[in-house]
């Protein structure tokens, strides 16, 4: 069974930065999806970055495209969200998630992905 632990969220000022991680275990690892997913109060869930890790392919929504940085260390089963110039909108509960496979796609939503971490609040003050 899969689990992933998130750790690094806080709260920040406007213009700060955070970085986010994720440990990844009982899985296999090195090909899997991983997403960061965030939601926000009254809102659905969204993906703000997905990495694969049979190939190099990231995707990154829109919204924190020039701003936030996915990256892995496969060694120690673990990946980044490296986030800055956090604005208040960026404030969330963000989750990491996987989905073991041979491919990413920036059409996956929340539904698509198997394993969940218990998710870690971000909170930008303007």
């Known amino acids: 069974q899969g689990q992933l632990v998130e750790s690094g969220g806080g709260s920040v000022q406007a213009g700060g930065s955070l970085r986010l991680s994720c440990v990844s275990s009982?899985?296999?690892?090195?090909?899997?999806?991983m997403g960061w997913f965030r939601q926000a109060p009254g809102k659905e869930r969204e993906w703000v970055a997905l990495?694969?890790?049979?190939?190099?392919?990231?995707y990154y929504h829109d919204t924190v495209k020039g701003r936030f940085t996915v990256s892995q260390d496969n060694n120690k089963k673990t990946v980044y969200l490296q986030m800055n110039n956090l604005n208040s909108d960026d404030t969330a509960l963000y989750y990491c998630?996987?989905?073991?496979?041979?491919?990413?796609?920036?059409?996956?939503?929340?539904?698509?992905?198997?394993?969940w971490g218990q998710g870690t609040q971000v909170t930008v003050s303007s």
């Open positions: 998630a996987a989905k073991p496979g041979w491919y990413c796609s920036n059409s996956y939503s929340a539904r698509d992905f198997d394993y």
């Open positions: 990495i694969y890790f049979g190939g190099v392919t990231t």
């Open positions: 009982g899985y296999r690892y090195s090909r899997a999806c």
